[in-house]
């Protein structure tokens, strides 16, 4: 199992941006999606994004569509969320995952079998 640690949450005003950070420990990082979700207090969780093994495809929730990107630079075993135009609706504990399937693709938290332990992200207004 891959083992997945987040950085880069914290607390930052409305409009304003953050990186997430998430670091695997996988020699096979570079041939498995990767995605992030979060969970807001009281809720489900949720996808965020996804990007697939080599970078060339990208899948966003409609909620931060053209506010976040996702990116992966398979050297470093690492992938990125940037969060850019946030609001206080983005607030939640954010969290890495890897798809279970090599050359896997799909956006439903059952299809990412290893998880990190999440990073908080608190945006306020």
């Known amino acids: 199992q891959v083992q997945l640690v987040e950085s880069g949450g914290g607390l930052v005003q409305a409009g304003g941006s953050l990186r997430l950070s998430c670091a695997a420990s996988?020699?096979?990082?570079?041939?498995?999606?990767m995605g992030w979700f979060r969970q807001a207090p009281g809720k489900e969780r949720e996808f965020v994004a996804a990007?697939?093994?080599?970078?060339?495809?990208?899948y966003y929730a409609d909620s931060v569509k053209g506010r976040f990107a996702i990116s992966r630079d398979n050297a470093k075993n690492t992938v990125y969320l940037q969060m850019n135009s946030t609001k206080p609706e983005d607030t939640a504990v954010y969290y890495c995952?890897?798809?279970?399937?090599?050359?896997?693709?799909?956006?439903?938290?059952?299809?990412?079998?290893?998880w990190g332990q999440g990073t908080r992200v608190t945006v306020s207004s």
């Open positions: 996988s020699r096979t990082f570079s041939t498995h999606t």
């Open positions: 990007i697939s093994w080599s970078g060339a495809r990208t």
């Open positions: 995952a890897a798809h279970k399937l090599a050359l896997g693709l799909g956006q439903k938290a059952a299809d990412f079998g290893s």
